[in-house]
């Protein structure tokens, strides 16, 4: 749909997807009885009180969330690449210095979402080898390519913007390593999201080529991040369960449809056009035309774009740091070896 409307006054208010602290007074879903899981587990999801290392858990329930931490971690982890691409390019020192810091949160994300991983007993080398391997996933967003600099703004304003409607509510999810994790990554996609939309709101108001760049960058981040979600509802078959352990607090749909309603008004602001021509106001909602589920499935099946390239990326690199980890053992034996011989001669 066409938006004219470009606001000259204060944006205040409009363009931060602010990270609020999860509403403790928000409904869980009810527990469905489950056979075989032991009553200590259904009586911490009854009580909404979060399970923690130590508790006994189904073990579906760890696997389902190793599984989804991990593929979490990888998405931070590559995620990285396509911005990475742009900081020997920024504009300039100030533009470089916002985006490294940027790209470094991605990285430090990664390694939180690792360690609560290995809290349910995953092993990081592990992880890591599914990863390279093609045998885990990560998020298909990571797999368009970053044309123009403009892309930058798009990724923080679309991509992290969707990352906080999705990853809000995962703060308050039952699995406690994963919520606490979620909190500070939360409050960092804060930042990222406000300085994508910074950045497209400067080039916006900049010249027609400019402008232009920041439209052409909406047009092609705008459909992918939508799909960000996931499946439709009919179309998720897992969640029902992930909903009941209390992982998941609210349907793909209802997510996705909570960002086009927080997204829309800031093109508003920022004047750039969404290219969808059913998107419309029904009084309640943003409502937006249909979403191509075939680009989404050809994506996650590794024809994206750039699906190859982003991961032959990440086998250099981790090839590359080889010897890092090789050095980190040699080191650790040492010190372990040398506090034994204390113990021995003491
Ligand atoms: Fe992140
Ligand atoms: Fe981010």
Excluded at 81 to 102: D, F, H, Y
């Amino acid at each position: 749909m066409l938006i004219s409307v470009t606001t000259t006054g204060s944006v205040e208010g409009v363009y931060g997807n602010d990270f609020h602290a999860p509403d403790e007074a928000a409904p869980r879903p009810v527990p469905t009885e489950a056979d075989g899981e032991p009553a200590s587990f259904r009586a911490l999801l009854a009580g909404d009180e979060r399970v923690e290392p130590r508790d006994e858990m189904p073990e579906a329930y760890r696997k389902t969330l190793v599984r989804q931490i991990a593929q979490h971690a990888h998405s931070e982890i590559i995620g990285m690449q396509p911005e990475g691409n742009w900081i020997s390019r920024a504009p300039s020192l100030k533009r470089k210095a916002i985006l490294l810091a940027k790209v470094q949160d991605e990285a430090g994300h990664g390694l939180y979402l690792y360690s609560a991983a290995e809290t349910l007993g995953a092993d990081r080398g592990d992880l890591t080898r599914r990863l390279i391997e093609g045998r885990q996933k990560y998020s298909s967003i990571f797999n368009y390519p970053t044309l123009t600099w403009a892309d930058v703004g798009a990724i923080g304003w679309l991509v992290d913007g969707a990352a906080i409607v999705n990853q809000v509510p995962i703060c308050r999810c039952s699995y406690g390593p994963y919520a606490r994790a979620m909190v500070r990554i939360c409050k960092e996609e804060s930042f990222h999201q406000r300085q994508g939309f910074e950045l497209l709101l400067t080039l916006s108001r900049g010249t027609p080529e400019q402008k232009a760049m920041a439209q052409d960058a909406a047009d092609r981040w705008w459909w992918p991040s939508l799909m960000m979600f996931g499946p439709p509802d009919d179309a998720s078959p897992n969640s029902a369960q992930s909903m009941a352990w209390g992982i998941k607090k609210h349907s793909n749909d209802e997510l996705r449809q909570r960002f086009v309603d927080m997204t829309v008004p800031q093109a508003q602001v920022l004047g750039l056009e969404l290219p969808d021509p059913d998107l419309h106001w029904d009084g309640e909602h943003w409502l937006f035309g249909e979403i191509d589920w075939s680009e989404f499935y050809a994506v996650l099946k590794g024809n994206g774009p750039c699906n190859e390239q982003r991961l032959n990326h990440r086998r250099r690199a981790h090839d590359d740091g080889a010897w890092v980890r090789e050095a980190a053992s040699a080191y650790a034996e040492k010190q372990a070896a040398r506090a034994a011989h204390r113990e021995e001669v003491a």
